[in-house]
């Protein structure tokens, strides 16, 4: 399958500092996706983004599928911003998650 | 926009004993997935189902587990007796033709204790 690794693993951030978090694939990318899971343990779909930049208020994202890597920027943290950040691909119908980044955002 | 639903959101159960956990997929998508998630770990694939039969299996779904369309709108997951290292956060998922659409639920916390 594929590997997927993330960095940094953990992060601190003090409020409305911004931050950028990086997925990189050991195979082409297919249908490369974000994922942000709240304190409860709840998966939320953040981006659907194979290539190309996409923004969805203060969170955007960028991938470069020639290079296997995706990028997700957050500006101006915010504390619901904690929780840990997966990005996800598939190979065939079965999806590869990364190990996470484990965001704190501390007021 | 088209949700997966899964519920219960968090469910306790007993060693030993069954469980079923229930999604309800988009409603026009023809696969159907249950990922697990043990704490502090990565999500990890358990079973694709397509066509009323399972199409791929991790070395995790073994003969405990089992998966169900019992109708024309929910996708189940069974657990024959529960061990505490079944507690996890499980995920339903669903896509249309191939992987169009992939859609995860937002999971079901299961504790066994």
């Known amino acids: 399958g594929i590997q997927v690794e993330q960095s940094p693993p953990d992060l601190i951030l003090q409020e409305g500092a911004n931050s950028t978090l990086r997925c990189n694939f050991s195979?082409?990318?297919?249908?490369l996706q974000w994922f942000h899971q709240n304190p409860w343990g709840q998966l939320i779909n953040l981006f659907y983004i194979p290539s190309g930049t996409k923004q969805n208020g203060r969170l955007s994202a960028t991938t470069v599928a020639t290079e296997r890597y995706s990028l997700l920027y957050i500006s101006s943290s915010q504390t619901t911003d904690s929780g840990v950040y997966f990005c996800?691909?598939?190979?065939?119908?079965?999806?590869?998650f990364g190990t996470g980044t484990s965001l704190t955002v501390i007021p | 926009e088209p949700e997966v639903t899964q519920t219960p959101s968090h469910q306790v159960t007993q060693m030993g004993q069954e469980v079923i956990l229930r999604c309800v997929p988009i409603?026009?998508?023809?696969?159907f997935y249950w990922y697990r998630q043990i704490l502090g770990q990565k999500v990890e694939f358990l079973v694709s189902?397509?066509?009323?039969?399972?199409?791929?299996k991790s070395e995790i779904f073994d003969d405990q587990f089992s998966v169900e369309r019992p109708d024309g709108s929910n996708f189940t997951l069974k657990i024959r007796s529960t061990k505490l290292e079944d507690s996890a956060m499980y995920f339903c998922?669903?896509?249309?033709?191939?992987?169009?659409?992939?859609?995860f639920g937002s999971g079901t916390r299961l504790t066994v204790v």
């Open positions: 189902f397509y066509n009323n039969e399972i199409s791929e």
């Open positions: 195979d082409s990318v297919n249908n």
């Open positions: 996800a691909d598939n190979t065939g119908n079965q999806f590869y």
């Open positions: 409603s026009n998508h023809l696969y």
């Open positions: 998922a669903s896509s249309g033709q191939g992987v169009y659409g992939y859609t």
